[in-house]
């Protein structure tokens, strides 16, 4: 009985040691934290750094570090002819070498200075008497203000340049729109998009009156003086794109008819544009390419009803940014397959990189190729693999599945699967019919074979026999 107990108290401290063990280990496995982070704008640091200078008077030598120390960290960041009065660097002049040494004069530093000279430290004074010239020599060592960019800023950094236009007017059905108006909402819609993929830093070069009223407002000195390290961080571009309209428009057709008083009339378009992307460094045109859209033609009738030309600009309009971010793409960052689960894919970009419910040429890449005479890379083998079907888009990925499968998924590395050309038209150009009372007598529109071009009966269509001069437009 004595043994039962015995055994029946270890089992039971054994089982309580085990529970005790376990519950540091699921608390262990608690789900990590998944909230979005903070948004990325770069802040404010310190950099610490070592600067000599050199003077009349010792207060003059620190005055000089202290100057040097600024510009070593920050650069052109910091206009050096003004360093002394925005800082306060004038502290130091009129002190004597015991008093730079103080902690007292540490403070007096960083309050001065805004915080910009923080954990301010005279290192070394050497006197004149050791030196040639008659002059001080300070050694100091200082934390820095430092304005760090955001990791955006590690991206290719992309400007989307101006947008020129062969004439000055873009005829849209029954008015005219300016083509400089159409180009600056074409050069912001372009941005906003290539924004969106995620892949690049777009930088405005339309600084905003409230962009700049802030800058101001550091530089007059309303603003704490360490905030001066973040002027004259303006990045530069590495990337420029920019695109020549040739053809932007809606054009009205008409034609009198000789066996009446009325008019035949008819609208039909299209747009093409030419882009480059050209490397701001080396101004070498990294590519270029002509891109081209249709708007879907009317049919001839005399009744007179018009079409919406803005809508129509607005569909063209769609399309053409569409395609001019997706040339941009696929010659910088093709869009690629991450995540294989039998045929249910994730893309590496989504955004407007691809469009929900669009289908897609997909290819798998081979072995790089490379030019016999220049060693220089051609690409890679590129075989049909299958169509991709979109099912979903988020800024940063898309999800979609995988039909008409032509290559063994399960052999392809990662990256092997890269997107091509859509198949099928996404977003139609629609011309929209201007409301219009018709009159009674007119016969019910015929349907179409083809939807997307809306089709009007005429209410009087000259006959086939006739004469000639009738068809003349």
Not at 29 to 48: C, E, R, W
Not at 243 to 257: D, E, I, K, M, P
Not at 423 to 436: H, I, Y
């Amino acid at each position: 009985m004595r043994q039962l107990l015995c055994l029946t108290a270890v089992a039971a401290a054994a089982l309580l040691a085990a529970c005790n063990k376990a519950e540091p280990e699921q608390m262990a496995a608690a789900p990590a934290n998944v909230a979005a982070p903070v948004p990325d704008v770069g802040k404010l640091t310190s950099v610490q750094t070592t600067a000599q200078g050199y003077g009349a008077s010792a207060g003059e030598a620190v005055a000089q570090a202290m100057k040097l120390a600024i510009l070593q960290v920050n650069g052109a960041a910091v206009q050096s002819e003004s360093v002394s009065v925005k800082y306060g660097l004038d502290v130091s002049l009129n002190q004597d070498s015991a008093s730079l040494r103080a902690s007292g004069f540490a403070d007096a530093v960083r309050q001065r200075s805004g915080g910009v000279i923080q954990n301010f430290k005279l290192l070394e004074m050497q006197e004149p008497g050791l030196l040639a010239g008659k002059q001080y020599k300070a050694t100091i060592e200082a934390q820095i203000a430092k304005f760090e960019a955001s990791a955006d800023m590690g991206k290719i950094k992309l400007v989307v340049g101006q947008i020129r236009f062969d004439s000055p007017s873009l005829p849209m059905g029954d008015r005219s729109v300016s083509s400089a108006e159409v180009g600056v909402v074409l050069r912001q819609r372009i941005s906003d998009a290539l924004v969106q993929t995620g892949r690049f830093a777009v930088l405005d070069r339309e600084l905003s009156p409230d962009i700049q009223g802030e800058l101001d407002m550091i530089a007059s000195g309303q603003a704490p003086s360490a905030e001066l390290a973040k002027l004259s961080q303006a990045a530069s571009a590495d990337i420029v794109w920019s695109g020549r309209v040739s053809q932007l428009a809606y054009n009205r057709h008409a034609r009198q008819l000789k066996t009446s008083d009325r008019e035949l009339v008819s609208y039909s378009g299209g747009w093409a544009l030419t882009e480059k992307l050209v490397n701001v460094a080396t101004r070498q045109v990294m590519g270029s390419s002509a891109l081209r859209g249709s708007a879907p033609s009317t049919e001839a009738t005399t009744l007179g009803r018009g079409v919406d030309g803005g809508r129509v600009l607005e569909d063209m309009s769609t399309d053409l940014v569409n395609q001019v971010v997706t040339s941009v793409l696929q010659r910088t960052f093709p869009v690629t397959v991450v995540s294989i689960d039998g045929t249910n894919v994730v893309l590496s970009q989504g955004g407007r990189a691809v469009k929900v419910g669009a289908r897609y040429a997909m290819v798998a890449m081979g072995a790089e190729l490379k030019d016999p005479q220049t060693g220089q890379s051609l690409g890679r083998v590129e075989s049909p693999c299958c169509e991709l079907v979109v099912e979903r888009v988020t800024p940063n990925l898309s999800y979609g599945r995988l039909e008409n499968v032509r290559s063994n998924l399960e052999q392809l590395p990662v990256g092997g699967l890269q997107l091509r050309e859509a198949l099928k038209d996404v977003a139609v150009v629609k011309p929209q019919v201007a409301n219009a009372a018709a009159p009674a007598a007119a016969p019910a529109a015929a349907p179409s074979p083809r939807p997307a071009q809306p089709r009007a009966v005429a209410a009087e269509a000259p006959s086939a026999a006739a004469p000639k001069s009738d068809d003349k437009w």
